[in-house]
């Protein structure tokens, strides 16, 4: 089974707006209920290794304590000449709890983003320059749990199902 490790993010971003400023034509939007932050993308695995991840997936939780975070800026991987995914960044202290907790996941190299959308063909150089510009919505987002999450790809676009979930329950460290 495909798995991941995810803070859940469900419905904290409205890409409607973004879907209308810069169409659907070229771009395959995240929808809202599956919007969250991959913190360690664990691939396939047998049913053999589940037990295991559920107790890294428990003893992280166990560690840190429930946070908020601020949304950014807009951006794109790879690069903006060829972007294959639109992002929104995560500002700090924040920023810095993910990657402590990605860390402590097994994923050193994080940047603290949630995937909004995937280029389906080459987007214009006018449509880059407006998601440049988009402003995410201003506010605390509340994080208190993390979960372990089965993906599975089908032609209309990923399906989530959460296995496992674990609340934040930590003591405050400045790790």
Not at 83 to 88: A, E, G
Not at 112 to 120: D, E, L, M, Q
Not at 135 to 155: M, W
């Amino acid at each position: 089974m495909r798995i991941f490790l995810a803070l859940p993010l469900w419905q904290t971003l409205d890409t409607a707006a973004w879907k209308q400023l810069l169409g659907s034509d070229r771009i395959r939007w995240v929808p809202a209920h599956q919007l969250h932050l991959t913190l360690r993308f664990k691939g396939e695995i047998t049913e053999e290794h589940l037990p295991s991840v559920s107790v890294g997936l428990r003893n992280t939780a166990r560690r840190f304590p429930p946070f908020s975070l601020r949304w950014d800026r807009t951006g794109v991987f790879p690069n903006w000449r060829d972007p294959r995914v639109l992002w929104v960044g995560i500002q700090q202290p924040g920023a810095e709890r993910i990657c402590q907790i990605a860390a402590h996941l097994g994923n050193a190299s994080i940047t603290p983003h949630v995937t909004v959308g995937r280029v389906k063909r080459r987007l214009t150089r006018e449509t880059l320059c407006r998601w440049k510009t988009v402003k995410p919505p201003d506010g605390d987002v509340h994080v208190k749990d993390i979960c372990l999450v089965r993906s599975v790809l089908t032609p209309q676009g990923p399906v989530y199902t959460i296995l496992e979930s674990a609340d934040l329950e930590g003591a405050i460290t400045n790790e």
